[in-house]
């Protein structure tokens, strides 16, 4: 993207500062500068308190509090003169979703080569239905099939000479990448493929006739991870995509490793041995590996709910590229309330985000001219369920994702980073670290694929002056894929995710407004808006590399 300079005073006390801008951009430095001051530390903090009040009872996908969160939302983007750009003219975009919960008759069983009764499975010890497998009965020869991923873009496809039509699929969680920084995917961050939907719907293009998942470092029987699969009470099941859901017909169940062993004819190879192997490169034959057979019979009863993503546009002016869309977006719901009463208000996670979309939005309805490209506005629903509102937007783009040039994501952008210790698991073995010393940080996330989009950030940071830190897309953090930038990136959309990192207060009830530091949070969003300003007024879209 070409760039002039332009020296002006931009700042109260005099001060000159340099920002960047497009030759082909209709606004200029001053027009910019107008708009992003109406972002305001008392707006963001405003907005927050409404959104995590205890009246909104933490927001949780599927409740009523959800609902009139987005309902508030929509209002407030349509006073801005935006135009609804969800289903039927309106401002939501329905998510289709269900919850699952198991009827009588799940069973499993393992059988010799001639169909004899071997032993029986015991359910919720020995084995349980995936929320995900279909309701089927099948007998069939078991294969094993490593990690159960075709990956061409990396060179690797577990089932090259491996036939499994007909047969079911034994299958370790996860992918090749041993814990190493360097591994063959994408090192330390985890890719789409090694999701339990992404297996099951490779293996049934295959023509399998269902799916086993072993944990091969998972100990005892499986009551405690059942439960959490399958709570007593449907209303406290986890949301699944509807039309993912429906594209799985084969079972697919989870399987002890004790209940494993049984299935080898001979002794059980030592998996977590294999699975080094295998992340080293290694070929090995799996058919060689000789199993019995299994019988499985799933049931399971759906119930489907809708949760509303809220969409607003602002088309843009150039007679060509306003085809061309920029996503600003954020997260609004959280975790609702907890079994003792307390309320997850959320407050960082994500009002501090989804009040910052509004005050980005406010700040290009306030541009005399809309920008050349047209800007979307999402507030994603059900991505504490694991990114549904965006994944299923991705799947049902309102307008082409190919004429999506750039996603930028705000989550938890109102804390300062703290790690008080570096061996607790929710930290990923980042250092020791007081919120102090993160005073003027935010995380970029998604650099690693994003080498243009980030010089534009950090070209629209020399009049905001926040350090910007690259240094989580390869951690064992995971961040990258952990907020809705991810289904975007994995679809090739350039993408960036900012974020202040985490806190102590991270899902919990403790995560408050009051904790919030909204003069920072206003840098930040101001920071957004102008990037994405930026991007929607150039004349080349930003390029993505795979890391």
């Known amino acids: 993207m070409k760039k002039r300079f332009l020296l002006l005073p931009l700042l109260p006390l005099g001060l000159l500062l340099f920002l960047p801008i497009s030759l082909t951009a209709p606004h200029d430095v001053v027009e910019s500068q107008t708009a992003s001051s109406t972002i305001t530390a008392a707006d963001l903090r405003s907005r927050v308190h409404f959104l ?44 289709h979703l269900v919850q699952s919960r198991l009827e009588d008759g799940n069973r499993m069983e393992i059988l010799s080569s001639d169909s004899t009764f071997l032993r029986g499975a015991v359910l919720g010890e020995d084995f349980y239905p995936s929320p995900l497998s279909g309701t089927r009965a099948i007998e069939a020869p078991v294969v094993f099939a490593g990690y159960g991923i075709t ?110 062993e049984d299935l080898f004819v001979s002794e059980m190879p030592d998996f977590r041995e294999m699975r ?48 061309e869309l920029v996503v600003i977006g954020a997260h609004f719901d959280h975790l609702g309330v907890a079994a003792d009463g307390r309320i997850y208000r959320g407050a960082d996670d994500d009002s501090s985000g989804t009040a910052g979309v509004l005050e980005v939005a406010g700040a290009f309805s306030s541009l005399p001219a809309p920008p050349s490209r ?106 990258l894929r952990r907020s809705d930038n991810w289904p975007f990136f994995v679809a090739g959309v350039p993408s960036l995710f900012f974020t202040t990192g985490l806190h102590p207060e991270y899902h919990t009830p403790e995560d408050v407004p009051e904790k919030l530091q909204f003069e920072k949070m206003e840098r930040i969003v101001r920071l957004v808006f102008l990037s994405a300003l930026e991007v929607a007024e150039a004349e080349d879209r930003p390029a993505m590399s795979r890391p």
């Open 52 to 95: 995590a009040a205890e009246e909104m009872q933490g927001r949780d996908t599927g409740s009523l509090t959800n609902r009139i969160t987005a309902n508030y939302l929509a209002h407030q983007l349509e006073m801005m003169g935006l135009r609804p750009a969800g289903d039927d003219g309106s401002f939501f975009q329905q998510v």
């Open 151 to 260: 990956a061409p873009e990396y060179r690797y496809d577990d089932y090259a000479s491996l036939d499994v039509a007909g047969k079911a699929v034994l299958v370790m969680d996860g992918e090749p990448h041993g814990n190493s920084a360097d591994g063959p995917f994408m090192g330390l961050a985890a890719t789409e493929y090694s999701q339990a939907y992404h297996k099951i719907n490779n293996a049934q293009k295959r023509g399998a006739a269902a799916v086993i998942f072993l944990n091969p470092n998972r100990r005892g029987d499986l009551s405690r991870a059942r439960n959490f699969a399958w709570p007593e009470e449907i209303s406290d099941a986890r949301y699944y995509l509807d039309h993912w859901v429906r594209a799985i017909s084969i079972p697919a169940v989870v399987a002890s490793p004790a209940l494993v």
């Open 276 to 323: 080094r192997e295998i992340d080293q490169g290694e070929r090995i034959e799996y058919a060689r590996l000789a199993l019995r057979s299994i019988r499985i019979e799933t049931a399971i009863h759906r119930e489907t709910v809708q949760a509303p993503n809220v969409l607003a546009l602002l088309e843009g002016s150039h007679p060509t590229r306003k085809d």
């Open 374 to 479: 047209s800007v979307l506005f999402a507030l994603w629903n059900a991505e504490e369920q694991g990114l549904l509102g965006s994944r299923f937007y991705v799947d049902h783009p309102k307008i082409p994702l190919d004429e999506t040039v750039a996603v930028f994501q705000l989550d938890m952008i109102g804390r300062n980073q703290e790690v008080p210790s570096s061996d607790h698991p929710r930290y990923g073995g980042l250092p020791e670290q007081s919120p102090e010393e993160n005073d003027n940080m935010v995380h970029l996330i998604g650099y690693s694929a994003n080498q243009e989009l980030t010089r534009v950030v950090r070209d629209g940071n020399l009049s905001i002056g926040l350090e910007l830190r690259k240094e989580l897309d390869n951690h064992r953090l995971n961040l």
